[in-house]
Nanobody, 122 residues
Framework: VQLQASGGGLVQAGGSLRLSCTAS????????IEWYRQAPGDGRKLITT???????TYADSVKGRFTISRDNAKNTVYLQMNSLKREDTAVYYCAAEGLALVHGNWEAYRLWGQGTQVTVSQ
């Protein structure tokens, strides 16, 4: 599985951006797509997830402002970010969590896409 994240950029506070995370390879092995973000000087934090069945979770910091969705036909997960704040400035990463058959055994994996920078200006 490979992930390609895109859609970051510079936006004013109160504005919106949509990030995309496109998977390729053995996409059927993916159970959950996750979005993390890492602000300067901070650790990487989980902000939202979407399962294969479409169940979503959100961190309190983004609940009500961010929406995660998926287009299975395009193997793409979207992160719609509205009402952006300066504190949303970070590098955003998508990750895929799933199971893979390795030498006859099922093994859990988490694979990362490259980050995409989101900068929110005042």
């Amino acid at each position: 599985v490979q992930l390609q994240a895109s859609g970051g950029g510079l936006v004013q506070a109160g504005g919106s951006l949509r990030l995309s995370c496109t998977a390729s390879g053995s996409v059927s092995s993916i159970n959950t797509i996750e979005w993390y973000r890492q602000a300067p000087g901070d650790g990487r934090k989980l902000i939202t997830t979407i399962s294969k069945s479409g169940t979503t979770t959100y961190a309190d910091s983004v609940k009500g402002r961010f929406t995660i969705s998926r287009d299975n036909a395009k193997n793409t997960v979207y992160l719609q970010m509205n009402s952006l704040k300066r504190e949303d400035t970070a590098v955003y990463y998508c990750a895929a969590e799933g199971l893979a058959l390795v030498h006859g055994n099922w093994e859990a994996y988490r694979l990362w896409g490259q980050g995409t920078q989101v900068t929110v200006s005042q």
